[in-house]
């Protein structure tokens, strides 16, 4: 069985417009018992059942972890992705019934901090509500340095604000402000943790600076899912069966395996976690790694893929399976 | 000889490096005995670095005392120490008004070593990221498991607790909280029946 995969039979509860680009989705345990407890920086896999395909998408929960009656999670509508959270915006209302993973935590607190120092870059906010709200229960220090695009994109700010005037600092891109970075990280007293979320190119800047100026990579945390990006068919043959698996162009690999019906582990479906590594026997062609689990040497090697956000350009894949 | 190749031993048993210049936006460095040549070196590898490092030195009781050569890499604050007793509230003081940035740099004995990482642990700096070189003195600072009392600066084994009196066996075994490896009673069952004396790694 796929690690981390139990499921729950949810109805949900509330769909909210946050604003234009973001909606917030309430979810119950459609039996009325409670929800499963979790931690900050936790994630839920939603499926979706979008026609005749079901699609699996990670969303960081939002609510506090010590409310047990829902998940709450918030969509940011992607007009470009493959789909899975214009599914949410457009199809999914109140009273439907879905089926949300157990959470599994890949960017949690590490309660050993004095300080937890938080940068979030638009939709990357979500995990941090629900440290917040956890820290909060516990008397945890924390700051946090929120970017937004506009005033009216910019999700939760005025929550936030409202209430924490002292810890909480907003950024509008369309102002030009900026997180003055390097004074932040310089200023901040021993012990801090460092937890960054949001666009790739902010997390990347986010880990640089903090590597020049000196913090252990045991004191920096981010959490970036990929989306599984669209790419050239191709197809996969199981050593095990000799199956051969089509792998469609707005799939991934990994969803092919699903819907051939290969129970494969995951947990993040996102490159991030380890879990879907899978050992290749054999190939002719050249893999796309698009995750942030194997080394470079690892991707070099051409003797393991990622399925949840990889691929394969060639003749033949093998993978052992 | 100042350095000394520890034998493999169990997973508890603390192991060390060789300290290296890491960037940072300042540096604290502590040294008992001849750990200070660890610290030479790492100057010698990066001047510049001493402009923006804190060195707490605590010679040994007899021996080289290595605080002039110390002095002359230019450190921005210097400080020697008696003892690592009377040195702790400084260490303590300099660890509470440091940022993030700081590298810590410990070399000399296991003990003086073991304390300072324990200080700095509970600074919230994380234990893995604190450099460490062990030389000098193989000599341990171990808890007896019975009266928990500490005797620094063992190195022989089985050795009489300075507390409870009890004959102690010096076992691998190290506990990172009290920064200390464990003595239990070698002659529990046969009161008396104590096994020649040796030294640690000998
Ligand atoms: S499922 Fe997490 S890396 Fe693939």
Known sequence: ?321 | MSRFQFPPSIRSRPVYGTLEPRRGTAHLMVADAEGAEALLDLARAAPEMMAKAHVLYIPAAEGNDLADRLRATGPAQFYVGPSYAASVSRLRKALADAHMGLQIYLAGTEGLIGQAMQEAMSAGYPASAIQTEHRGSVARRVQCVHCKGVTENVSVTPFVCSHCGLNLFVRDHYSRRIAAFQGVCVDAEDPGDVPAQEGLYQ
């Open chain 1, 1 to 321: 069985m796929s690690a981390g995969t139990k499921k729950i039979d949810v109805t949900v509860t509330e769909v909210v417009e946050v604003n234009d680009l973001v909606k917030r989705f309430r979810f119950e345990r459609s039996d009325g018992a409670e929800m499963p407890t979790f931690s900050g920086g936790a994630h839920t896999v939603v499926e979706m059942k979008d026609g005749g395909i079901t699609r699996l998408n990670p969303y960081s929960l939002m609510s506090d972890p010590r409310d047990r009656s829902a998940f709450m999670i918030s969509v940011r509508r992607d007009e470009q992705g493959r789909g899975g959270s214009l599914f949410m915006h457009r199809e999914v209302k109140v009273g439907d019934r879905m089926v949300l993973s157990y959470p599994v935590n890949l960017f949690s607190l590490d309660l050993r901090a004095k300080k937890h120092l938080m940068i979030a870059g638009g939709i990357g906010i979500t995990p941090f509500l629900a440290q917040i709200k956890q820290l909060e229960g516990m008397n945890g220090h924390f700051e946090l340095h929120y970017s937004v695009r506009t005033a009216a994109l910019g999700s939760y700010t005025e929550e936030l604000k409202a209430h924490y005037p002292d810890r909480v600092h907003v950024y509008h891109d369309d102002q030009g402000e900026a997180i003055a970075l390097g004074d932040l990280l310089d200023g901040q007293p021993l012990g801090t943790h460092l937890y960054v979320c949001g666009p790739k190119g902010m997390i990347e800047w986010v880990c640089r600076t903090a590597e020049e100026r000196g913090w252990p990579a045991e004191a920096v945390h981010y959490e970036e899912f990929l989306a599984p990006q669209s790419g050239k068919p191709f197809s996969v043959t199981l050593a095990k069966t000799g199956k051969v698996i089509p792998v469609g162009e707005h799939q991934s690999m990994l969803e092919a395996l699903e819907a051939a019906g290969v129970d494969a582990p995951y947990l993040c479906r996102g490159g991030a976690c380890g879990q879907c590594e899978t050992d290749v026997v054999s190939h002719d062609g050249a893999f796309v790694h698009r995750d942030h689990w194997l080394t470079d040497d690892q991707k070099a090697c051409g003797n393991k893929i990622m399925p949840c956000v990889s691929r394969f350009e060639g003749r033949s894949l093998v993978i052992d399976r």
